[in-house]
């Protein structure tokens, strides 16, 4: 892994967070459930990054989420299973269809 990935992993990782931590930004809170919108994010880091690059973007997103519930009292999302097995298996599945889209060849 070069230096470059690792920058731009660490740029990721800071938008996730800052997203997963700021209220009424990256999860829009409508009742008791939050809508992510912190998906794009990943996507764009597995585009960028490739699978390991999802499944990681996903974790933390999983993170920040499960620590924004612990900050805001989100009594949904306050069970660490509920907050991050979820988003680390959107990150793994955005994931694997990168990697789908990638080998199809249009030209």
Partial sequence: MSIKRIAYFGMYLGIILGLSLIPYIGLITIG???????????IIASFHLGFFGGLASGAFVGLGSFL???????????????AF????LVGAL???????????TIW
Avoid: E, H, M
């Fill in 68 to 82: 924004a519930a612990l900050l805001y009292g989100r009594i949904l999302f306050i069970y660490f299973d509920i």
């Fill in 94 to 104: 955005i994931g694997v269809i990168v990697i789908k889209i990638k080998k199809i």
């Fill in 32 to 42: 008791p459930v939050s809508i992510n919108i912190i998906t794009i994010v990943i």
């Fill in 85 to 88: 097995l979820p988003r680390l």
